[in-house]
């Protein structure tokens, strides 16, 4: 079945320095890609989404790109924040159409 | 104001217990979700329902059952509670399906079954 893969449980930065998240997907098709950020004590919200049409999402300074090559959709900011510790999560729409199949998550932690 | 209604907040169960987790959404969706999170699965995908209809169920435990009164309006239903049962459980909505669905989270639903 659809399914993605976060390798990175949690992820440890100094404010400023450049985020990277990995995540990669498996599917039959080329769906919709997508990352969702959870702050402490809330639901998941939606960060940003990705089509094949335009292949980039970017949204409150984090970009992702689809790469169909390597399956991946890595998500990335070039300078975060404290604000941004949170827990992030790739996604893509599951089989059928009627649910979203998320990632294991990863961890932000930022230090001032 | 919120727009997805999750009640209780916290919740405390005794084993083998019933709860009912109340969810109801005003942003207009037509679509509603459970989703459950823990530290062994994070955010696993349990049901889907359009307009009072299950579209997807990936539970597979029918102690937990879905209650749709009013299109907004998804509760969940959990008997015979269990310690493993504990969980933040995660209502949301979107409009339309699949890839072109924006989900929206409520808050959560914290159990604790003891």
């Known amino acids: 079945g659809d399914s993605v893969t976060q390798k990175q449980g949690q992820v440890t930065l100094s404010e400023d320095d450049f985020l990277f998240i990995n995540c990669t997907y498996s599917?039959?098709?080329?769906?919709?890609l997508l990352w969702y950020v959870q702050y402490l004590g809330q639901g998941p919200q939606l960060l940003l989404k990705?089509?094949?049409?335009?292949n980039k999402g970017i949204s409150r300074g984090f970009e992702a790109t689809y790469d169909k090559g390597t399956t991946s959709f890595h998500l990335q900011k070039a300078s975060v924040q404290e604000s941004d510790s949170a827990v992030y999560f790739c996604a893509l729409p599951g089989t059928g159409g009627y649910k979203v199949v998320f990632g294991s998550g990863t961890r932000l932690l930022v230090s001032p | 104001d919120p727009k997805i209604i999750q009640k209780p907040k916290y919740l405390v169960a005794v084993t083998g217990s019933e709860k009912i987790l109340i969810c109801e959404q005003y942003l207009g969706h037509n679509a509603m979700y459970w989703y459950r999170q823990s530290a062994k699965k994070p955010l696993e995908f349990m049901f889907s329902y359009s307009y009072q209809k299950l579209m997807d169920n990936q539970t597979a435990s029918s102690r937990f059952q879905p209650q749709s009164s009013k299109k907004n309006h998804l509760d969940l239903q959990i008997t015979a509670l269990k310690p493993d049962d504990s969980a933040t459980y995660f209502c949301?909505?979107?409009?339309?399906?699949?890839?072109?669905?924006?989900?929206?989270f409520g808050s959560g639903t914290r159990l604790l079954v003891i």
């Open positions: 990705v089509t094949t049409a335009n």
């Open positions: 949301a909505s979107s409009q339309g399906w699949g890839a072109n669905s924006d989900y929206t």
């Open positions: 599917t039959t098709t080329y769906p919709t």
